[in-house]
């Protein structure tokens, strides 16, 4: 009897040490799922923050840098009709043609006007132009560039984008103000969902001016919204917008990481409470407690190698475009920076050529942006045969506009635009808008040695004018110049 006892004793003591240690390692597990959830949670919101805010970025960039392109363009197409609107401002019809001209190649234009440098405003038709526009232009007459920002109106909240041209002597600005509610949608389907997108003014009080929802309203602008204002919440990312005042701002409330952080620790709680009734009332079912853990770490690994391949994606996603499978502009302004210093180094040569499409929108009109969407793709074909080599690439950094950089003299790039211009004659896409009567490119090219004299934003500016002159010559041509 004794030594019976004292074998139940041993048991029970057996089974009432396993029991503890079975729930102190659920507990220590399940402590460390939440725990490691919680900080996968936590650290995806801020590589998706950080992804979310550098698109938004990109996306106001090309939106911007298009409009400008677009207007310097219209100004140069246009300059007679707009000097008969500089030498008869007061008669309407000569701003409605101008007007409603660019407005169908900008639909989001909200006016136009002509300011003379020393003499101000030569028409203003809508009474728009306050006070903040006037020290824009006459900054761009000072810098010849200026940097976007918000401006009130007696109607809307606008933004301007100028070009300059001269008559008789004197300069001019000719300048179109932009709503911003295309930078309103670009924002509200570029924010994921959780988190609070806004674009703020890079004033000391940071002021907001576009969120999720949309433009702030015009009477409230007395009572503008402000960072410092928005204590509850906490900022997972913030970065600039080249060649304006504002900031890409992503804010994220506090209470979602603790309803998070919550969603995780209940059902553990839940399960942890669960276990221990089995352990304790129901030892013979011990065996599926930790099939059940096995299965939960399965789940574990698996939710991990999700995440693993979304993360991969996600910055697949940042540096390729979605529709040519080219190269982007972050892309190329980050290895572009490189390869320069790379050449910089080594004292050897390194070439930019710009490619762009000829007379794209009159494809896009006549053929429809699917047609379009095509057309890219075909032109990005090529372009990605041409550059395979190691030492060189090509990113789409606008509509219809690539770049390459090449580490070879202007020479091989010259040879290599004539291979670009034989395979798309070969290719011989259709283009009855253009005088080809085929898809045809211009080609732009600027070569150097990199010194402490040149910077590699002096080689795409060339580039950019060999560009130009290669439009001006007839396009389907390709045109070199060397630093």
């Known amino acids: 009897?004794?030594?019976?006892?004292?074998?139940?004793?041993?048991?029970?003591?057996?089974?009432?040490?396993?029991?503890?240690?079975?729930?102190?390692?659920?507990?220590?597990?399940?402590?460390?799922?939440?725990?490691?959830?919680?900080?996968?949670?936590i650290q995806n919101n801020i590589n998706v923050s950080r992804t979310a805010v550098e698109n938004v970025r990109d996306a106001l960039a090309i939106s911007i840098d298009t409009k400008k392109r677009i207007l310097d363009n219209f100004v140069e197409n246009n300059r007679p009709q707009i000097v008969r609107l500089i030498q008869h401002a007061e008669i309407k019809s000569n701003f409605d043609y101008l007007y409603l001209k660019l407005k169908k190649q900008l639909p989001d234009l909200f006016t136009i006007n002509v300011y003379r440098e020393g003499k101000g405003l030569v028409?203003?038709?809508?009474?728009?132009?306050?006070?903040?526009?006037?020290?824009?232009?006459?900054?761009?007459?000072?810098?010849?560039?200026?940097?976007?920002?918000?401006?009130?109106?007696?109607?809307?909240?606008?933004?301007?984008e100028i070009s300059s041209l001269q008559l008789n002597g004197e300069r001019y600005l000719f300048f179109a103000s932009f709503s911003l509610d295309d930078l309103a949608h670009i924002l509200e389907h570029s924010t994921p969902d959780g988190h609070d997108m806004m674009i703020i003014n890079d004033s000391d009080e940071g002021f907001v001016e576009i969120t999720s929802k949309g433009v702030r309203p015009l009477t409230e602008s007395m009572k503008n919204p402000t960072l410092k204002s928005l204590e509850s919440e906490k900022i997972l990312s913030k970065i600039s917008v080249p060649g304006t005042h504002w900031y890409v701002v992503d804010l994220q409330d506090q209470q979602e990481n603790k309803a998070n952080l919550y969603s995780y620790v209940i059902p553990s709680v839940m399960v942890y409470l669960l276990v221990t009734m089995i352990v304790l009332f129901m030892r013979s079912i011990l065996n599926k407690?930790?099939?059940?853990?096995?299965?939960?770490?399965?789940?574990?690994?698996?939710?991990?190698?999700?995440?693993?391949?979304?993360?991969?994606?996600?910055?697949?996603?940042?540096?390729?475009?979605?529709?040519?499978?080219?190269?982007?502009?972050?892309y190329f302004d980050s290895q572009y920076e490189n390869e320069w210093n790379r050449a910089f180094r080594d004292h050897k040569i390194i070439s930019v050529m710009i490619v762009d499409i000829d007379y794209f929108k009159k494809y896009?009109?006549?053929?429809?942006?699917?047609?379009?969407?095509?057309?890219?793709?075909?032109?990005?074909?090529?372009?990605?045969?041409t550059f395979s080599r190691s030492n060189e690439f090509v990113a789409r950094v606008g509509g219809e506009e690539f770049i390459a950089v090449i580490n070879d003299n202007k020479r091989a790039c010259e040879e290599i635009g004539s291979q670009i211009h034989a395979a798309l004659k070969a290719m011989n896409i259709e283009h009855v808008k253009s005088e080809k009567g085929r898809v045809?490119?211009?080609?732009?090219?600027?070569?150097a040695v990199p010194d402490k004299h040149t910077r590699r934003s002096d080689a795409v500016k060339k580039a950019d004018e060999a560009l130009y002159r290669a439009k001006i010559n007839g396009r389907d041509k390709s045109v070199a110049f060397n630093l």
């Not at 900054?139 to 109607?155: A, C, I, M, Y």
């Not at 009109?365 to 090529?382: A, F, M, N, R, T």
């Not at 045809?440 to 070569?447: C, K, M, P």
């Open 440 to 447: 045809t490119v211009s080609i732009g090219i600027a070569s």
């Open 289 to 330: 407690s930790f099939i059940l853990m096995s299965r939960l770490n399965e789940q574990l690994i698996t939710r991990n190698q999700e995440i693993t391949a979304l993360n991969y994606d996600l910055e697949n996603l940042t540096v390729t475009d979605s529709l040519t499978g080219l190269f982007n502009r972050r």
């Open 123 to 160: 028409t203003e038709h809508n009474d728009f132009v306050g006070r903040i526009c006037k020290v824009d232009l006459e900054d761009f007459l000072l810098v010849d560039f200026h940097e976007k920002r918000t401006h009130p109106s007696s109607v809307q909240y606008h933004y301007d």
């Open 1 to 41: 009897m004794v030594s019976q006892a004292k074998h139940s004793f041993l048991n029970k003591n057996i089974i009432n040490g396993f029991s503890f240690g079975v729930l102190l390692v659920l507990l220590l597990m399940l402590s460390w799922i939440v725990y490691d959830k919680h900080n996968a949670f």
């Open 364 to 385: 896009n009109d006549h053929y429809g942006h699917p047609e379009g969407d095509k057309c890219l793709q075909q032109v990005s074909s090529i372009l990605s045969a």
